[in-house]
């Protein structure tokens, strides 16, 4: 029998190996698996449901546990307790779920516990855009619990990364031992394409573990650096396994315990969030389109870097000289690169009233050019290219 | 005490059955209501053979002061309000998934304040109507699971509001997945029916007991094929001084796999084989509102519907005998509680 707890390495008999037309919600389920994934708790939200509904066939078939819970907040809360007793646990959901995971999520950074989280994102505020494409929970997704944190999120923009880039957000979980987001979108997640599968591809990470065993007196420190410096990342001892653990949302210290004091907040929350910030550079991915020669820069992300990518073409073809540079991690924002980018015309189109364009100012340190919809239908190229010939 | 026995001789307590029957509107009646105001119209999405509009019309035009109806995420919600049209010509708030009884709540406080404070029409812009009663129709996924805190708050609290579940079994808005109100064994598409799964594995939720538990004035199970008996609850849950909530069975062909037309005849066989009793617990005390005279057995409902159409292989007997023994027991518990009172229409 096959153990709830996350696989050593790639399990080979459970990974959907082959070639597939399948929907990018069906591939990131298959991306979770392939990763290790054996435990879903969630709540069904269009257009995420079909992420539920496979895992509900799925994870039985791998030895794998399929709950559904009775809201959002039940379904994040589950998958911090799964991983707590050292299962790769992932729950996915859509706008008004993604607003009620909140509090957990900051719970999940809290107490380090990896997981991943799905959103494929509609239109909204709250029920919105059901059925209909959005990617307006960009800054959710980086502020949307209350508190100082920081997170991985990705922008998958095909069912081929709605696979890769959900593997990639257990490995980043694990290794980083935080809440990892996948910051899909309905048309991404709803669209079918060619998913390449190919057990050799996939890599594993696991978290770190405590060297010393769980015998009497083993002292170990699972919220400490334990020498790895000011950003390490703590080993991780699992629940029932025989070591004392403490884990709670309450400030702790090294030992889980909780301290409420402000040097402690100082030291403890900077550490959680310096072990994400200062190891950016492993962490952030970027595509570069034909950037080199552009005066002009499309920077785009999900869906939408797909049509700023026919955009890219048609404006090559009337002699425009315009590059792309799609996220692939929303956050950590790749912020120096945009920077290095500060003398070309940017233009940001997304789906939403604005809201990568304004990190993309942060960075570039001038006003950007944006094209937006508000959500229900996907930005056509020809309205980016619209904005490239005014900008031209 | 009079009670029934479990095969259904239901000779002592059929000779206490109470016939001061309260007038109920009839079918006349409701339709001239139903012409007046238009509360509810159609033209709606709901599907052919959708149970809800005919629950939503039979309450609405019970009522004939005015009404707020609060509605959360649910079939009921996305379907009748599709823009730029509406089904309702009554003021209608919806609100998210998990909060129509809170909001309920803050509009029945906001009207009793005002009220209280007396204020005129020129205060307010326009003129508050001497009563005006709050209902609120949510499904099962809004009521059962992610609305059950603020519904038992609401009940705590004591607003005066009538909460309408229709319970159709599963998330039937976003695709059938199952909820806590779906029966054992029912294939759904989070607890589909293959090698490792016979359905869903758990017991339904009885949130009819968990509303009496809060001790409000009225609380009762309704099903749309007994419509004077709906109709009756409903008169009854909105003369309650106090919170009330209904909790009415409403069949959906999509998701329990039927044909359109037998929406009404599968929710008769849930209330005649016993599956879904109906009864009413006013001020605490428990009264049968249907007794059947010969129960039939539970299968004759379950065979009606694909979702169950696995237990009916001859390999899963003992799962169909298991059933029936729950649906027994669970019928014999309630018959108890209304010890002999039977109050039919």
């Known amino acids: ?392 | 005490m009079t009670v029934t026995n479990s095969n259904g001789n239901a000779d002592s307590a059929t000779a206490t059955i109470t016939r001061a029957v309260p007038r109920v509107k009839t079918l006349k009646e409701l339709a001239a209501q139903e012409e007046r105001e238009k509360r509810f119209q159609g033209g709606h999405s709901l599907c052919a053979g959708c149970s809800i509009p005919v629950m939503v019309r039979s309450v609405l035009n019970t009522i004939d002061i005015p009404v707020v109806v609060v509605n959360a995420t649910g079939c009921l919600e996305v379907a009748t309000t599709r823009y730029p049209t509406t089904a309702w010509n009554v003021p209608w708030l919806h609100v998210a998934f998990e909060n129509a009884a809170a909001a309920a709540s803050g509009v029945e406080v906001a009207f009793r304040v005002l009220k209280r404070k007396g204020r005129t029409a020129q205060e307010l812009g326009f003129e508050l109507p001497g009563e005006v009663r709050v209902v609120v129709f949510g499904g099962d996924g809004g009521t059962y699971d992610i609305g059950l805190q603020a519904l038992s708050g609401a009940l705590e609290r004591g607003h005066r509001f009538t909460y309408i579940c229709y319970d159709n079994e599963a998330y039937m808005n976003t695709g059938n997945q199952r909820s806590g109100a779906t029966p054992p064994l029912a294939h759904t598409t989070t607890t589909p029916v293959g090698r490792e799964s016979l359905g869903k594995l758990q017991q339904r939720k009885d949130l009819t007991e968990i509303a009496v538990a809060h001790h409000v004035p009225y609380v009762a199970q309704a099903s749309i094929s007994h419509w004077q008996d709906l109709v009756r609850k409903v008169e009854a849950a909105l003369r309650a001084d106090g919170p009330s909530f209904l909790n009415v069975l409403a069949p959906c062909q999509r998701g329990w796999g039927y044909e359109p037309c037998l929406t009404v005849e599968i929710a008769r066989l849930a209330v005649e084989t016993r599956f879904w009793p109906l009864y009413e617990v006013v001020e605490g005390e428990y009264r049968l509102n249907a007794l059947p005279k010969k129960p039939k057995p539970v299968s004759e409902w379950l065979k009606t519907q694909k979702r169950f159409a696995h237990l009916l292989k001859p390999e899963n007997r003992h799962l169909l005998d298991e059933l029936q023994l729950q649906v027994d027991r669970e019928w014999e518990k309630l018959l108890r509680r209304c010890e002999g009172r039977v109050l039919e229409v």
């Open chain 1, 1 to 392: 029998m096959r153990k709830l707890l996350a696989p050593e390495g790639v399990d080979r008999e459970a990974v959907l190996a082959g070639e597939h037309f399948m929907t990018g919600d069906d591939a990131c389920a298959e991306g979770a698996i392939a990763a290790g994934c054996r435990f879903y708790a969630g709540y069904p939200i269009t257009p995420s449901s079909e992420i539920a509904e496979r895992m509900a066939k799925r994870l039985p078939q791998v030895g794998g546990v399929y709950i559904q819970m009775e809201d959002e907040l039940a379904s994040m809360a589950a998958i911090i307790g799964a991983s707590c007793a050292g299962a790769k646990a992932m729950t996915a959901t859509s706008g008004p779920g993604f607003s009620l995971m909140q509090e957990n999520i900051g719970l999940a950074f809290m107490m380090e516990a990896p997981c991943v989280v799905v959103d494929v994102q509609r239109g909204g505020p709250s029920t919105g855009l059901p059925t209909l494409l959005g990617q307006s929970d960009m800054m959710q997704a980086r502020f949307g619990s209350h508190g100082d944190y920081a997170v991985i999120a990705y922008a998958p923009a095909s069912p081929q990364e709605m696979f890769d880039l959900t593997v990639k957000a257990f490995n980043m979980a694990e290794r980083f031992r935080t809440p990892v987001l996948v910051m899909a979108d309905e048309l991404v997640g709803h669209m079918s394409e060619r998913v390449v599968i190919d057990p050799d591809k996939i890599e594993i990470e696991r978290r770190p573990r405590p060297e010393a065993k769980p015998a009497e007196g083993a002292r170990i420190l699972p919220f400490g650096a334990n020498g790895r410096g000011e950003n390490g990342v703590p080993p991780m001892p699992l629940a029932g396994e025989g070591y004392r653990v403490h884990f709670t949302g309450l400030t702790h210290d090294e030992r889980g315990y909780p301290q409420i004091d402000p040097e402690t907040q100082e030291r403890m929350i900077r550490r959680k969030i310096r072990k994400i910030w200062d190891h950016r550079d492993e962490i952030v991915e970027y595509e570069e389109v034909e950037l080199d020669d552009a005066p002009i820069v499309l920077v785009a992300y999900g869906s939408t870097a797909r049509a700023a990518l026919r955009a890219l073409r048609l404006a090559r073809e009337r002699g425009l000289r315009v590059g792309m540079l799609r996220l692939i991690t929303a956050w950590p924002f790749p912020g120096r690169k945009v920077e290095e980018l500060k003398d070309r015309e940017l233009i940001v189109p997304e789906v939403n009233a604005g809201q990568m364009a304004r990190e993309v100012e942060r960075w570039a340190r001038k006003p950007v050019h944006r094209v937006n919809r508000l959500g229900g239908a996907p930005i056509a190229p020809e309205e980016i290219l619209q904005k490239i010939e005014e900008v031209a």
